[in-house]
C-alpha cells in the first residue's frame, strides 16, 4: 500500500471562487481524490483570498471553508481549510485565518507581470509579520530563476508547482524544468473541477518520470514537514539562474 500523500493546493469549496459551483460537484471532486490518493492522505481546501479583501468578508469565507472541511473529510481523505492569498502591498491581517493549520504558513501567489523586487518586498513583509510564503505554482512567474527561488527558499519560504499547468500549453515547459531541476518543494494538484489532475497515479507517473524518485520527497515528505510547521529543505537544481 502507498503511504499517504498531501495536497495543499486545491480549489474545492464549493461557490466561493473559480472552483466548483455547487456542493455536489465539490463533492465529487472529493470523492474523485478520495479514489486515487492513498488512504490517510490530506487534501488543503485553498480558496482564493486577496490582501484587499474586507476582512468580515474573508472570515466569512474562511468560515465556509472550515465547515466544507469538516463535511468532506473521513478516515480515508482528511480535508484541511486553509486559503490562496494574492499578496498586495497593503497590509492585511487575512493571513491569519488561512494559514495551514497549526502552522505558520500561507499559501500566496502573484499577480502576473509584477516585478521581482515587488514580489520581494512583498514575501519580506509577510515574513516580519511572522508567517512563511509557500509560492503557489512558481512556473507561471517570469521572475522565477532557479537564484531567485533558491533565494526565497532560503529566506523561510517554500516554492511548489502545480500538476495543472501541465495542462496549460504556455506553462508546459516551466513546469517540467521546475520538477526535473529540483526547483520545488512540492508539487500540488490545484485542481478546480472535475477534470483537473489531481494527486492519483498518473500525477506520480508523471513526477517520476521527470524527476526520478521525485514523488517520496514532492507529494509525501516535503508537505508533510509543512504542516508539522518544520523548516523545508534548501532548494538544488542548476540552470535559468
Request: hydrophobic share 40%; aromatic share 6%; proline share 6%.
Amino acid at each position: 500500500m502507498n503511504p499517504p500523500c498531501y495536497d495543499l493546493h486545491t480549489h474545492v469549496v464549493p461557490g466561493v471562487d473559480d472552483g466548483p459551483v455547487t456542493p455536489g460537484e465539490a463533492l465529487r471532486i472529493i470523492e474523485k481524490m478520495r479514489n486515487a490518493m492513498p488512504k490517510g492522505s490530506v487534501v488543503a481546501a485553498t480558496s482564493h483570498f486577496s490582501t484587499n479583501m474586507a476582512y468580515l468578508a474573508a472570515m466569512s469565507r474562511a468560515d465556509r471553508s472550515c465547515r466544507f472541511a469538516e463535511k468532506a473529510s473521513d478516515e480515508s481523505l482528511c480535508v484541511i481549510p486553509a486559503g490562496e492569498l494574492l499578496l498586495g502591498i497593503r497590509k492585511s491581517g487575512v493571513h491569519e485565518l488561512i494559514s495551514y493549520p497549526g502552522t505558520h504558513t500561507v499559501l500566496v501567489e502573484f499577480t502576473h507581470g509584477l516585478f521581482w523586487f515587488s514580489v520581494l518586498r512583498r514575501i519580506v513583509r509577510l515574513l516580519k509579520c511572522g508567517y512563511r510564503p509557500l509560492l503557489a505554482h512558481a512556473e507561471r512567474y517570469k521572475w522565477a530563476t532557479a537564484n531567485r527561488l533558491r533565494l526565497l527558499a532560503g529566506m523561510g519560504a517554500g516554492v511548489s508547482m502545480s500538476m495543472r499547468s501541465l495542462a496549460i500549453p504556455r506553462y508546459v515547459e516551466n513546469a517540467e524544468w521546475i520538477i526535473s531541476s529540483g526547483m520545488c518543494h512540492m508539487v500540488t494538484s490545484d485542481c478546480h473541477n472535475i477534470r483537473d489532475m489531481v494527486l492519483g497515479d498518473y500525477a506520480r507517473e508523471t513526477v517520476e518520470r521527470l524527476c526520478p524518485g521525485g514523488w517520496r520527497t514532492l507529494a509525501e515528505e516535503n508537505p508533510r514537514i509543512l504542516l508539522e510547521d518544520g523548516q523545508l529543505p534548501p532548494l538544488g537544481g542548476a540552470g535559468r539562474g
